[in-house]
T-cell receptor, first 116, second 113 residues
Framework: GAVVSQHPSRVICKSGTSVKIECRSL??????MFWYRQFPKQSLMLMAT?????????EQGVEKDKFLINHASLTLSTLTVTSAHPEDSSFYIC????????????FGAGTRLSVL | QKEVEQDPGPLSVPEGAIVSLNCTYS??????FMWYRQYSRKGPELLMY????GNKEDGRFTAQVDKSSKYISLFIRDSQPSDSATYLC?????????????FGQGTRLTINP
């Protein structure tokens, strides 16, 4: 099956610093990638949709300046949490949509962010 | 009313039992239905992908879609402790362009040895 690599898997940072999370589709081209946030024992909450070469579309209530998304190539999207604060601590998951395979979304393993 | 409703459980069954997981939805525009399995602190893993009404089988897993009732199910036969995870149903309206998934809340399943 299609593989999506997400890095890092775990990050601990101090309040006020920025953190970058990478999402790569390893064996397929992903014209669209998605970024989700998941709180404990809850389902995935879509943050933004990222299309290669264009600006990301953010869901209502998600701060664009706080969560910067770049999708510069067909295999790489990045999420940067700027000036992170403890309330940004969460589990962030990316997915990549395989255009050649029925638009199925394949997910990365997730990044656990802890802001001290 | 949420677009997709899923009983969050938790659901606990003995090893070897048949497990039935269900979701209902309200939007008749949904055409593509998926089940994902998520282990603790991991990303979701696609288990089943179905289109329109009917059954689809893959090993011990069977996905069932009833569009007339707006109801989907996932059956797990001969359940194993390794099946213990959260199961998420997800739906999509179409296949063209960037299609968002709409998820259920997820059902936490425990298979007891």
């Amino acid at each position: 099956g299609a593989v999506v690599s997400q890095h890092p898997s775990r990050v601990i940072c101090k309040s006020g610093t920025s953190v970058k999370i990478e999402c790569r589709s390893l064996d397929f081209q992903a014209t669209t990638m998605f970024w989700y946030r998941q709180f404990p024992k809850q389902s995935l909450m879509l943050m933004a949709t990222s299309n290669e070469g264009s600006k990301a579309t953010y869901e209502q209530g998600v701060e664009k300046d706080k969560f910067l998304i770049n999708h510069a190539s067909l295999t790489l999207s990045t999420l940067t949490v700027t000036s992170a604060h403890p309330e940004d601590s969460s589990f962030y998951i990316c997915s990549a949509q395989d255009r050649g395979l029925k638009n199925i979304q394949y997910f990365g393993a997730g990044t656990r962010l802890s802001v001290l | 009313q949420k677009e997709v409703e899923q009983d969050p459980g938790p659901l606990s069954v003995p090893e070897g039992a048949i497990v039935s997981l269900n979701c209902t939805y309200s939007n008749s525009a949904f055409q593509y239905f998926m089940w994902y399995r998520q282990y603790s602190r991991k990303g979701p893993e696609l288990l089943m992908y179905t289109y329109s009404s009917g059954n689809k089988e893959d090993g011990r897993f069977t996905a069932q879609v009833d569009k007339s009732s707006k109801y989907i199910s996932l059956f797990i036969r001969d359940s194993q402790p390794s099946d213990s995870a959260t199961y998420l149903c997800a739906m999509m309206r179409g296949r063209q362009g960037a299609q968002k998934l709409v998820f259920g809340q997820g059902t936490r399943l425990t298979i007891n040895p």
